[in-house]
């Protein structure tokens, strides 16, 4: 028995055995390392996503709040940003008293970040009452203050004599300017 294979067949055969092995050897030292080293990369790659989710999280939510907050909050915000003026103080408080007088002391030490102004005020006011309203009115007002004790009351006839020290916040920005235009 006699096999008859033509030479075309044998150069067929031949050449796709090269192949053959030309393909093992190209996925054995090229596709196999790749694929590992893909998988890893891609393990790291699902890391980092699960990390950045938590982080978009947790920006989400301290974003919500800060919003929140600006928006509970938008009076004070912009009353820190309010340069203290001492002549639209006694405008829009001289109502309360029968007489105001503003001085400002010596520049307190700042409580950071913010710089504080202490302001000493006298005033003669007609009841005790006037002066409440006076502080309800200061925690509407367009500044930050802080009414410092003591109080003291004086009585002289019929009026009272008042004498008290606040202290005025502003933040250091804000301050520069108030020293500049005092």
Known sequence: MKINISRQSIYLLALSIFLLILVLVFSFAVLIPEGKEYRKQRGSL????????????????????????????????????????????????????????????????????????EVNTSSSINSPQNFYDFLDAIN??????????????????????????MKVYATQRVSKAMLETQ
């Open 46 to 117: 699902n890391k980092a996503k699960l990390e950045l989710r938590k982080y978009e999280k947790f920006n989400d939510v301290v974003l919500k709040k800060l919003k929140e907050l600006n928006s509970n909050s938008r009076k004070i915000v912009t009353a820190f940003d309010t340069s203290f003026n001492p002549k639209k103080f006694k405008k829009q408080h001289k109502i309360y008293f029968i007489s105001l007088n503003l001085s400002k002391l010596n520049k307190a030490e700042d409580e950071e970040p913010f710089a504080v102004y």
């Open 140 to 165: 509407k007002s367009d500044w930050i203050i802080g009414v410092n004790l003591p109080i003291n009351f004086k009585r002289d006839d019929k009026v009272i004599l008042s004498s008290f020290t």
